[in-house]
């Protein structure tokens, strides 16, 4: 199964839920991101003396196309996808199995999930088919109880399901990684019960579109 996380908005937790999921999941990562962000993260979790995620690096389309031919479905990868626009970051959208994108329930996150939103209905009719990403609400405030107002955006946006699960704001998330650590590695927290329950519906999701 392939789990591609990607918004072209940046800053969204794209890559902080990646190395998470990719811990938790003890699956390798696809870093679509010049920046390379999850490689410099890999070092320090080397120098803390754990061993390093298999994290790949395609340099273009093709490399990624060749990658994606020769991965044998029974095998799980999570691709980290840059936050901007590009025909690398559709294909890999397009090629998914599921798509998760990471949204913060914040008024001024909304313009950025409406132009996902069209990015989503342009690679769709360029398919041919109805491409849908999961939102999942990440780096929310530990006490907001009610996401109605984003919940009602989503359900209003055709290319859009809300995931059940939530990730708050929590300082575990980017601590942990300061050492090259998941949040799943440690003492059971808040934070490593979110990641596991984040992983739990997306393996409950793999099941019913298989
Ligand atoms: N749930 C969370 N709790 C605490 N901090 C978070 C959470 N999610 C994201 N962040 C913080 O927000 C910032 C952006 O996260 P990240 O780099 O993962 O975003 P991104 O979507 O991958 O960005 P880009 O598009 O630039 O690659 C980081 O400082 C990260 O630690
Ligand atoms: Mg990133």
Not at 67 to 75: A, F, G, R
Not at 114 to 140: P, R
């Amino acid at each position: 199964m392939i789990i591609t996380i990607a918004h072209s908005k940046g800053g969204v937790g794209k890559s902080l839920l990646a190395w998470h999921l990719s811990i938790a999941m003890g699956v390798p990562i696809i870093d679509l991101d010049f920046q390379k962000t999850l490689v410099y993260v890999n070092k320090l979790r080397e120098m803390h003396g754990r061993v390093p995620i298999n994290i790949i690096h395609p340099e273009n389309t093709e490399a990624f196309i060749g990658l994606y031919d020769s991965w044998t479905n029974d095998k799980d990868i999570i691709i980290d996808v840059g936050g901007f626009d590009s025909d690398l970051n559709r294909t890999a959208i397009y090629v998914s199995d599921i798509v998760i994108t990471p949204a913060v329930d914040r008024v001024t996150e909304m313009a950025g999930l409406y132009k996902f939103h069209a990015v989503l209905e342009d690679i769709s009719q360029s398919v041919g088919t109805k491409i849908k990403t999961y939102v999942l609400l990440n780096d929310v405030s530990p006490v907001s109880r009610d996401f109605s107002v984003i919940k009602d955006m989503i359900d209003s946006l055709g290319h859009f399901d809300l995931l059940e699960s939530i990730v708050a704001h929590r300082a575990d998330f980017y601590r942990s990684m300061e050492e090259g650590r998941g949040v799943t590695e440690g003492i059971d927290t808040k934070a490593s019960r979110e990641i596991l329950a984040l992983v739990a519906e997306i393996k409950r999701i793999g099941k019913e579109i298989e």
